[in-house]
């Protein structure tokens, strides 16, 4: 191999590396892999906005979820919503939130999400928002948040809204 | 058995009847409005965000929905009030005139101008309507059949809610609800149902 080409080869592999992690949307942290974090644009005057991602854990010893932050909110909490009956029930997970070795973990609409309370700004289609995690034993690590649109259901980093006909105005 | 003890007995047993009648009485569920379905909703008279009053009084021949919620409200809120939009936009002209009132439960942070952005961000027919105190907001949830409670959070408080969009019919009768598990379809049909019902 020349010295030439063997420049090029290392300026392709560079690019790449640079590339790669952008384009899959995914940040590493120990055994923790966090998978498209984003969040939906939120509504005229709301002071709150929920975070969303996937959390895998390849590693042989649980992990938890304990806290961070985003530069558009001045206080992230680790929160669970559910349905009980027809009763919306939000809480503060105290403890964090746990990932079991070998589990996957999904922040989604309607569960498990990480809470931004009281935003600076709304958050804008389309915009990145960085922030970041903590965990109990991984540490500490950056992520950005994709602000999708206000139907989005995630997934794809694509606006993945499901059989709605038509957008909001 | 003497006569004196027999006396006693039918008057502790009668007493027991009472008691039981009159402990069914104030137990009883509300009863039916004579059409199978039980009473929910009732007279209220609220303030809206945009500064009018809305008085149920005045709804009569016109069909609503109403929804309590909070906008410090993670993501039902929003979600119901983005698919109740996409619904009213798909049901065209028909739903020109249909309100939607969005009651809060957490007036203490939902003022006028919050709450008027906040639903003004979806569609203008949806009107934020806010309890002056407590015991509004109280009587409006009972007769709506709807609960509501603060729960503390690390930084402050949330509220959990009833989260069912209720349909209130033409005659200011309850009609049935909007669940964000059916289908844009099913909702409308309801929707056409509710606006075509006289
Ligand atoms: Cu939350």
Not at chain 1, 112 to 117: E, G
Not at chain 2, 98 to 115: C, E, N
Not at chain 2, 172 to 198: N, V, Y
Request: contains cysteine; charged residues 25%.
């Amino acid at each position: 191999m020349t010295k030439t080409s063997l420049l090029r080869a290392l300026a392709a592999a560079s690019l790449l590396a640079l590339a790669a992690p952008a384009a899959a949307h995914d940040f590493k942290v120990g055994d923790l892999k966090i998978d498209h974090p984003w969040a939906r644009a939120t509504p005229g005057g709301a002071k709150v906005g929920g975070g969303f991602m996937k959390i895998t854990n390849t590693g042989t010893q649980p992990d938890r979820l304990i806290g961070g932050s985003a530069e558009i909110s001045a206080i992230f909490e680790v929160h669970e919503m559910k349905m009980e009956g027809n009763v919306m029930k939000m809480r503060a997970l105290e403890k964090g939130l746990e990932i079991k070795p070998g589990q996957i973990v999904e922040l989604k609409p309607g569960g498990y999400h990480v809470m931004f309370i009281d935003l600076r700004n709304p958050l804008k289609e389309g915009d990145t928002v960085k922030g970041h995690l903590v965990f109990e034993k991984a540490g500490k690590v950056d992520v950005e948040y994709k602000i999708e649109s206000r139907a989005s259901t995630g997934g794809t980093g694509h606006d993945a809204h499901s059989g709605h006909g038509t957008k909001a105005p | 058995m003497n006569a004196l003890k027999l006396i006693r007995l039918v008057v502790w047993a009668s007493i027991a009847v009472l008691t039981a009648a009159l402990g069914f009485l104030l137990l009883a569920p509300p009863k039916d409005t004579g059409t199978g379905v039980a009473a929910v909703g009732g007279p209220f008279r609220l303030a809206a965000a945009d500064g009018s009053v809305v008085d149920s009084g005045m709804l009569m021949g016109k069909p609503f929905a109403l929804f309590f919620g909070f906008t410090h409200c993670p993501d039902v809120c929003p979600t119901s009030m983005l698919e109740i939009t996409n619904d009213l936009v798909a049901l065209g002209d028909k739903a020109r005139d249909f309100r939607v009132y969005f009651v809060t439960v957490d007036p203490a942070r939902d003022d006028a101008k919050l709450l008027k952005d906040y639903t003004g961000s979806f569609d203008p027919r949806i009107i934020g309507l806010i309890p002056k105190d407590e015991a509004e907001l109280a009587a409006i949830a009972k007769s709506y059949r709807a609960i509501y409670r603060k729960v503390e959070t690390p930084s402050g408080y949330t509220m959990d809610h009833t989260a069912s969009i209720y349909l209130m019919d033409a005659k200011g009768a309850f009609f049935g609800t909007l669940d964000s598990k059916e289908t844009p379809a099913i909702r409308q049909s309801k929707l056409r149902r509710l606006i075509d019902k006289r």
